[in-house]
């Protein structure tokens, strides 16, 4: 059985309830089963002109399926769930859900369909915060080097935070007063 690494992302509607409806329709696939999942992360929306913040997470699977059937399974889920492709939309667009294949194994495949690993993981720290939860030590199999080792080398990462708390002010004197202390 493979390992697979997959991203989970939406921006539209119950987007915490959209992750976990496809997690759940993912470990409901007969071929898959659901090894780990990651914390729930907001993040601003990354090279998108919109203003709805991503909720994204990482879903580590083992699976008999091929990258190209995994794929199709992935789409079909997407469509369940009310994903929309516009095919007149140039560059990213707000959707409901959003799953990626980010590692298959240590394959490295760049067809018409699929390049595994994703071109774009090692830029993106929505992909890397979670990843770096669940398997900080996994090794990119192109730029052979740990999830941890590319999240430092990141530059200009996006805003990443775990989920309900972007706002939230740990520390607000203002607001402190004796009774908070005992």
């Known amino acids: 059985m493979a390992i697979v ?6 921006n539209l509607g119950d987007r915490v ?10 470990g409901a696939a007969e071929q ?5 999942t990651s914390s729930f992360y907001e993040s601003e929306p990354w090279q998108m002109n919109s203003e709805n913040w991503f909720v994204n997470a990482i879903v580590q699977i083992s699976t008999t399926l091929s ?4 794929l199709k399974e992935c789409q079909r889920i997407e469509n369940q769930l009310g ?3 516009l095919a007149d939309t140039k560059g990213y667009a707000d959707r409901t859900i959003d799953i990626d294949i980010l590692f298959y194994d240590n394959l490295v ?52 935070v775990l989920y309900g708390t ?3 002010n740990i520390w607000d004197e203002n607001t402190l007063d ?3 202390l005992e």
């Open 109 to 160: 495949l760049n067809t018409e369909n699929l390049t595994i690993p994703h071109k774009y993981f090692h830029k993106r720290a929505f992909l890397l915060v979670p990843m770096l939860e669940i398997a900080q030590d996994f090794v990119h199999p192109f730029f052979n080097k740990t999830v941890s080792q590319l999240y430092e080398e990141l530059e200009n990462p996006e805003m990443v």
């Open 32 to 36: 898959i089963k659901i090894v780990t």
């Open 67 to 70: 990258p190209e059937a995994l």
């Open 178 to 180: 004796e009774s908070s």
């Open 17 to 26: 309830g959209y992750l976990q409806q496809a997690t759940s329709l993912l």
């Open 5 to 10: 690494y997959l991203s989970l992302g939406s």
């Open 166 to 168: 972007r706002g939230v």
């Open 83 to 85: 994903r929309k492709r």
